[in-house]
Nanobody
Framework: QVQLVESGGGLVQAGDSLRLSCKAS????????VTWYRQAPGKERVFVAV???????LYGDSVKGRFTISRDNATNTVYLQMNNLKPEDTAIYYC?????WGPGTQVTVSS
């Protein structure tokens, strides 16, 4: 059974940092790409960042230079380090692996 569980969200102020975690079970993040998406209220789910199985990374334009995706193979966890957060980063953040989604974690950034 494959399971993805996000954590690390919360309420922060603009300029603060958060680190989200996506803990995977049933599939290995070291051999499969993992993608972070986010969905703001009333908007579609959009791409944030991806970490390929070979270690390549790609970021959405709105987060480039502020967010960093990484992984810990030992714990089968992918992270999203988010710095200099802005109110427009407010959303539910989801991780995705293969065809599986986590339940999401809420990030709220106040101005």
């Amino acid at each position: 059974q494959v399971q993805l569980v996000e954590s690390g969200g919360g309420l922060v102020q603009a300029g603060d940092s958060l680190r989200l975690s996506c803990k995977a079970s049933g599939r290995s993040v070291s051999i499969e790409g993992v993608t972070w998406y986010r969905q703001a209220p009333g908007k579609e789910r959009v791409f944030v960042a991806v970490l390929g199985h070979l270690g390549t990374t790609l970021y959405g334009d709105s987060v480039k230079g502020r967010f960093t995706i990484s992984r810990d193979n030992a714990t089968n966890t992918v992270y999203l380090q988010m710095n200099n957060l802005k109110p427009e980063d407010t959303a539910i953040y989801y991780c995705h692996l293969h065809v599986y989604w986590g339940p999401g974690t809420q990030v709220t950034v106040s101005s």
